[in-house]
């Protein structure tokens, strides 16, 4: 989903998708809040590209804190 200038926040439902490896949203125009299955990350999940997007910086720092 890189650069597909997508708008607002992401959807819950993207935790749906089973096995989800790689989540790239990465240069879009993305927004707080991020939706709970990233901030808990599904087991198969194993990277996640969110950069050059318009989150909040700390809700971001907090998230990969609790991913280590």
Same mark, same amino acid.
Request: a neutral charge; proline letters at 7%.
């Given at each position: 989903?890189? !650069?597909?200038? %997508? *708008? ?5 439902? !993207?935790?749906? !998708?089973?096995? #989800?490896?790689?989540?790239? #949203?990465?240069?879009? /125009?993305?927004?707080?809040? #991020?939706? &709970?299955?990233? $901030?808990? $990350? ?9 950069? *050059?997007?318009?989150? &909040?910086? %700390?809700? !971001? /720092?907090?998230?990969? &804190?609790?991913?280590?």
């Amino acid at each position: 989903f890189e !650069l597909m200038e %997508l *708008n607002g926040t992401i959807p819950s439902s !993207l935790g749906k !998708l089973k096995p #989800l490896g790689i989540l790239d #949203l990465s240069n879009n /125009h993305l927004q707080s809040p #991020l939706p &709970a299955f990233l $901030r808990t $990350r599904p087991s198969s999940l194993y990277e996640i590209n969110l950069k *050059n997007n318009s989150f &909040a910086r %700390l809700e !971001l /720092h907090t998230t990969i &804190a609790s991913l280590d």
